[in-house]
């Protein structure tokens, strides 16, 4: 009786070595598959912005002579001098718009969010879950299809080719609200505010000194997305203003890349590339300086 104990006891060892060897295998193929895939992931996401900054560095026919993908004749500086000072420095003044359009933007945007989310989350009223459920509804609409409605809307107010045609749409972010919303219910305690109304503090002095500071994390996250949303958008820039001096950076670097159909006097490709690679440096900067904050809001709510 004890042999036959003995065997199924070595019997059953043998068995769980083995799947436990299989597990560990299928572990190890699962691993090398989920790199696999990231790394062709980050190779197709990083080689066009190794491109760029590599491009960025060559002359006009050094872009098609020898690896498109490594230096060659380094001329960086004579670029830069190039693109801030063609055409009497516009860039200067493009750089300048979109910054204006960005910063003014995002930062209302985050403010009429925050006070939208923080309401949506906190105050019960009638028609608030269709409210909600209508910022949902508005963050599945494709902006482009907002651009001509809102065109013909600004015509009427004689808003077209000013800075406030690009301003204004860009304080109304739907997924902002939405974004703010999940934070202030998961982040704000209602006993916070409780007590805050029983010290004897209106509702805007308990949302202005204490949900804004304890939303402030999720609200850099807010920020930080319209402000991309803004400083990358084309289309709405393009179809509102008229002026050169009022275009963001993204329009005239396009403009720059047009001119080139038209001849003689045109900027040359290496000067449009390196102007191109100049207006994603903002962008990596805002990220790099803001990561700590909305790394932060992006988890905030996830454990309580």
Do not use: C
Not at 90 to 95: H, P
Not at 161 to 168: D, F, G, H, P, T
């Amino acid at each position: 009786m004890s042999t036959a104990t003995a065997t199924a006891g070595t019997e059953t060892g043998t068995a769980i070595g083995v799947a436990r060897t299989a597990r560990t295998a299928r572990y190890q193929a699962s691993r090398w598959l989920t790199l696999g895939v990231l790394l062709i992931a980050s190779v197709y996401f990083l080689a066009p912005v190794w491109w760029l900054l590599v491009a960025s560095t060559k002359t006009s026919s050094g872009l098609f002579a020898g690896n498109g993908f490594w230096f060659g004749d380094f001329a960086l500086a004579d670029n830069l001098r190039d693109v801030f000072t063609r055409q009497g420095g516009i860039y200067w003044q493009w750089l300048g718009n979109s910054a204006l359009y960005a910063v003014g933007g995002a930062a209302g945007s985050t403010l009429i969010s925050a006070m939208a989310g923080y309401a949506l989350a906190k105050y019960r009223f009638r028609g608030r879950e269709l409210t909600f459920n209508g910022v949902l509804a508005a963050v599945l609409v494709p902006q482009p299809l907002l651009a001509v409605p809102l065109y013909l809307m600004f015509s009427q107010l004689h808003l077209v080719n000013s800075y406030w045609a690009v301003l204004l749409p860009s304080t109304v972010s739907p997924f902002g609200v939405y974004l703010a919303r999940i934070y202030a219910a998961a982040s704000v305690p209602d006993e916070l505010i409780e007590a805050g109304r029983i010290d004897g503090a209106g509702e805007f002095r308990i949302f202005a000194t204490i949900a804004l500071r304890v939303m402030s994390p999720a609200l850099v996250t807010v920020f930080l997305f319209q402000f991309v949303a803004i400083w990358t958008n084309y289309l709405l820039p393009v179809l509102m203003l008229a002026d050169d001096h009022l275009q963001p950076v993204t329009v005239g670097v396009v403009g720059w890349q047009a001119q080139r159909a038209l001849g003689p006097g045109a900027p040359p490709l290496n000067i449009v590339v390196t102007a191109a690679m100049v207006s994603a440096i903002p962008l990596v900067i805002m990220f790099l300086s803001l990561q700590r904050f909305w790394r932060a809001g992006l988890t905030a709510g996830s454990v309580k």
